[in-house]
Every structure is written in C-alpha cells, then in structure tokens.
C-alpha cells in the first residue's frame, strides 16, 4: 500500500514499515504526555522539502516545528488540559463518544467482538478502553505487522480502519483542531487528518 510523500521516507523504511512507523507514533501522542526521550527524537526528525503530491510533509513540518518551539513542561500540560484531568476532557478520544454520543456503548461493544475475532486482547497495564485512539493506532500497528506472518492482511486492515476508525477520527481531530488550548496537539491532529486521508485514499484502491 503506498504511503505518498511520507515524512519518514528519508530513513530508509518501506511503505509496510512506513505505515507501522506512523501509527505507532500516533499511538505515544495520543496515550499519554509524551516521554522526554520521544519529544527529543522528535525534535531531531528528518522535515524533508515538500514534493509534489507529498499529503504529508506539511503536517509533518508542523508537528516537528512546534516540538522544537515548545518545552517538554507545555507540551505535557496542553496534553493535560486538553485530555486529562477530573470528569469530561475537553476532547474526548474513545470512538464510543464520537459514534454513539456515550462511553461504553454499542461501538465498544462491536469492537471488542471485533479484536476477539483477529486475536488481539487488550493488555491488562492498558489503562484506556479499547475503543481510544491509541489502542485503535497499536491494532493497526499489529496488523502491518501480522503481515509479514501470516501473508497479506490489507483486506483485514481495511475493514478493521473502515469499521472502528474512520467513521469517527476525523471528527476528533476537527475537534482537536477547533480547542483554543491546543496548540501542539493541534498540529498533531492535523499531521493525523491528513495520515489518515492518505490511509482512506490507499484502502479504496483495494474496492
């Protein structure tokens, strides 16, 4: 599956490992403040010149800016203030909320059945349901990767991101977007809306 004008294209990497790259990057930001060994390598990230056609560079350059622009402190407190705290975050990041207006619903429910089926079962460490962003980003991350075991998975990949991430993430990173307090992590969300696009775009040409 090809990932057109990826930022990490430079290192080396195919487009499988490309991918895998990308996600489970996603998953780090959107888990938890960052660790102050990531925001160092990212910091440190290759921002190669836009390309023609290249969907992701731009994003890219601005998530890679703004973490060299803002200290380890701010960008943990935004995190915070945006998805932390006592009671309702200001966004939310479960697909339950964004598909069904409730935590803990029916969208939940069907991807649990769902992770049953692939064999994936939720770490008893992981703190989140299953239905977070991040948790969504790692079952992809393992399903590029089941690849390289079990054969090809696209179809699989396809309908796990159709069903369980693309109905709703969007609508988070608008949100994301939207929030006067974010900042960096409106950058992030960008950087992920556009990610995804391209993910959208290449799973289509399996139809």
């Known amino acids: 599956m090809k990932l057109p004008g990826h930022p990490l294209d430079a290192a080396g990497l195919d487009e499988e490992a490309a991918r895998s790259e990308v996600y489970g990057l996603l998953a780090l930001l959107y ?14 990230a290759e921002t190669p ?5 290249a969907q992701l560079q731009e994003p890219w350059r601005g998530v890679v800016a703004l973490a060299r ?9 935004e995190y915070d203030a945006l998805f932390g705290g006592i009671g309702k ?33 939720r770490a008893t460490s992981m703190s989140e349901t299953e239905d977070h962003f991040a948790y969504l980003c790692e079952v992809m991350r393992h399903l590029i990767a089941e690849s390289a075991h079990r054969g090809d998975t696209l179809r699989l990949q396809e309908g796990f991101f ?46």
């Open 49 to 53: 010149p836009e390309a023609g056609g």
């Open 162 to 207: 159709s069903t369980h991430i693309q109905p709703w993430a969007r609508s988070m990173c608008e949100a994301i977007e939207r929030h006067p307090t974010a900042v960096f992590y409106a950058a992030v969300a960008r950087f992920t809306r556009a990610f995804l696009d391209v993910e959208a775009q290449g799973f289509d040409l399996l139809q």
């Open 89 to 121: 975050p200001e966004v939310y990041l479960y697909g339950s909320h964004f598909l069904s207006g409730f935590l803990n619903e029916k969208p939940l429910a069907r991807l649990r059945a769902d992770l049953v089926g692939i064999g994936v079962q």
């Open 69 to 77: 622009e803002l200290s380890n402190a701010a960008i943990a407190a």
């Open 31 to 44: 888990y938890a403040p960052p660790a102050i060994e990531w925001l160092a390598r990212l910091r440190i």
